[in-house]
């Protein structure tokens, strides 16, 4: 590094909303360090140029909060045989700019999402390798991103991993995913708080960490989509740290052996190869002084991702579904009533109308049913013609075998059938050729005006946001897997950072009383958002055949419980979000708006509480009727909920006795 004065210069641009400010200090020969603040100047972080540590040279960074440094000097490391960026780098320019800015959101957790940053980029060169900086500081956390330029007449590179060791001033707990074991996934197994220094190898992203009482992080990624996704470890470089790296082919064969769809061969390529110039997906730093506002501020993760690439989204049609699981065309019938009838949009014929999901030579553009499913008929043109008459959309189910094969064919096929949206089952995920192809197809599929809903390990990065189209995905441990109160209200504060959670509400089922209750199943709607609303998992529309096999569980009858008005009202999309009780795993209390309605969800966990609402968050001098959704054993039904109706203003105030995992719902009309 070129020797230089030592300096201090402090830029300021300030406008009607926010302010700018980058410290640039130059400390002699020995250090280059760049301070980006965000505009509440809450959230810092700082970009150390180069730092050796144990022969290892690479950049560092340091992210504070309030003044106080959460996330000490910490290294990223890029490998790559093509170019070497294990060398001593110094900055040869910066270019600083500010955003402020909001956009609507047609399908999201509020309407109005603001999207004010202050931004450096920062240009490096070494005396082998050029590499440029971006950071950004917002109010809701802060987050990087390195561009690779064209050099040393290279035009495409190959990058065998970056690692990233974050340095924490103690032993912080952290909410984790088990790691990857036979029979178990990664994206929907069960968390468990553990100190960081416990934390197992291929923990999911967001990764949510408690640094003290009033500062808790997550570290997340945003805007993969083409890039191998990260997981993270125990840092081996720090007493107390966490690695982040990249999946590579390996580590996704390895989680395709788990949902029993090994293919190929084993491989050791570089886990990244890139045109050049490029610039990677973000990493980033969600920041907030409880679980709650990281919740509200989530926001973050599709504001780093570009604005709609869909010039009229109005096909675009988010909604509530209903499984069909006879696969007959009577069932099929029969669920097309149930849903025009009962405010619903979608239903979705699942695995097996194609033949067996799981064996490749199942041919997807065909219906050939799979006798272990169904003996039919399924008539899948008569029943989309019937559902459009009815104002029903259709899904189908196609597992990732058959879309790997067939996407180019099936998507003329299904539009020419009449079908509204495809939910891609046992995607691959991980490696770069694994995302690269799942979010070519997500942009193949809005070409035909099709929503989607991707199954199964597959987490968001807020895509979603560039095509819409992708509704919701799952990537959670939902109901399918008997989750439990307890385990929801963690994922209600982990999970759902990262966007869209398909959860697949149970409510019939008799693994209800194991998960919590039915007042609970009915609060999951508003506490776990899905812009598609999966309901009465594993149920079936009054007058469908019966079916009662070991694929599909005890599938009951749907009734007329009172309560279920409350499944027919409730939105899937919102135009605003606040969380009103947050303990992480014990309880939640979360209220959304749509339009003048409010709807309120409370799940609780293993111990009895008292909740007390306080309505302050209403529209002053505005009076609303509401309608209390609990659980009351003396009510004479099969699901025992008990509907109380109560006139509240902003000045209202009430109080809840829930049982151990029990639950409550709330909807408020506003009445002047």
């Excluded at 700082?46 to 996330?71: L, P, Q």
């Excluded at 416990?198 to 993969?224: M, N, T, W």
């Amino acid at each position: 590094m070129a020797n230089k004065d030592t300096k201090y210069n402090v830029l300021r641009i300030k406008n009607s909303l926010c302010i700018f400010l980058i410290g640039l200090l130059l400390v002699g020969c020995s250090e280059q360090n760049i301070e980006l603040l965000s505009p509440d100047g809450n959230n810092t972080i700082k970009v150390i140029s180069s730092i050796e540590k144990e022969g290892k040279n690479g950049f560092a960074f340091s992210v504070s909060y309030k003044g106080k440094e959460i996330i000490l000097p910490s290294i990223m490391e890029l490998r790559s045989a093509d170019i070497d960026f294990n060398s001593d780098f110094s900055i040869v320019k910066t270019e600083e700019s500010t955003v402020c800015n909001e956009w609507t959101a047609k399908f999201g957790e509020r309407s109005t999402i603001p999207d004010n940053y202050n931004q450096v980029k920062v240009y490096f060169e070494s005396k082998s390798a050029k590499l440029n900086l971006i950071c950004r500081a917002y109010n809701e956390g802060v987050a990087f991103s390195y561009e690779i330029p064209e050099q040393n007449k290279l035009t495409k590179i190959n990058l065998d991993d970056e690692v990233i060791n974050y340095h924490f001033t103690a032993d912080h707990e952290v909410w984790s995913t088990p790691k990857r074991e036979p029979g178990v996934l990664t994206a929907q197994g069960q968390y468990r708080k553990i100190p960081l220094s416990e934390l197992e190898e291929g923990c999911e992203r967001p990764l949510v960490i408690e640094i003290g009482e009033d500062v808790k992080i997550a570290l997340a990624e945003a805007k993969l989509v083409d890039y191998a996704r990260l997981s993270y470890k125990v840092s081996k470089e720090f007493k107390f740290g966490i690695t982040s790296s990249l999946d590579g082919k390996l580590e996704a064969l390895m989680q395709d052996t788990i949902t029993g769809a090994l293919e190929g061969q084993w491989s050791h390529h570089s886990k990244i190869v890139k045109k050049l110039p490029f610039q990677s997906p973000w990493r980033v730093v969600m920041m907030a002084e409880d679980h709650g506002k990281l919740v509200e501020n989530n926001y973050l993760i599709q504001n780093l991702n570009d604005s709609c690439a869909i010039k009229d989204v109005s096909w675009i049609t988010p909604g509530k579904v209903l499984r069909e699981g006879t696969l007959t065309t009577k069932g099929a019938f029969a669920a097309i009533d149930f849903v025009a009838s009962h405010n619903m949009q979608y239903v979705h014929f699942d695995a097996g109308w194609y033949g067996n999901e799981m064996n490749s030579s199942s041919d997807a553009t065909t219906i050939t049913l799979d006798p272990k499913r169904s003996k039919g008929p399924f008539d899948i043109e008569s029943i989309c013609k019937y559902a459009k008459e009815k104002g029903v959309l259709v899904m189908l189910y196609v597992n990732r075998r058959a879309l790997e094969k067939q996407l180019d064919e099936i998507l003329p096929l299904y539009k020419k059938w009449g079908v509204a949206g495809i939910k891609y089952g046992f995607v691959r995920v991980g490696d770069q050729d694994a995302t690269e192809w799942l979010h070519n197809a997500v942009q193949k599929t809005a070409q035909y005006e099709m929503i989607m809903d991707v199954h199964d390990e597959y987490r968001p990065t807020g895509f979603s946001r560039t095509y819409p189209n992708l509704l919701t995905q799952e990537g959670i441990g939902g109901d399918e897997t008997t989750v439990t109160n307890a385990q929801t209200l963690i994922h209600m504060f982990t999970r759902t950072l990262a966007g869209a959670s398909d959860n697949t509400v149970c409510y019939y089922n008799s693994r209800v009383e194991k998960m919590g209750s039915h007042a609970s199943q009915l609060a999951k709607t508003v506490c776990i958002f899905s812009p598609l609303q999966f309901l009465y998992w594993y149920d079936k529309a009054p007058s469908a055949p019966v079916k009662n096999d070991a694929l599909w569980g005890n599938t009951n009858t749907i009734g007329n419980e009172p309560e279920l008005e409350f499944f027919n009202n409730v939105p899937t999309t919102w135009d605003e979000t606040k969380v009103l009780e947050c303990k992480i795993g014990d309880l939640g209390v979360i209220a959304r708006r749509k339009g003048a309605d409010w709807f309120i969800g409370g799940i609780n966990g293993e111990k009895d509480n008292k909740v007390k609402i306080d309505f302050s968050f209403l529209k002053e001098g505005v009076k609303y009727s509401s309608k209390i959704y609990t659980d009351d054993e003396e009510v004479k039904t099969r699901t025992h909920v008990k509907i109380e109706e109560k006139q509240l203003n902003s000045k209202s105030s009430i109080q809840l006795n829930l049982k151990a995992n029990n639950g409550f719902a709330m909807h408020l009309k506003r009445k002047n």
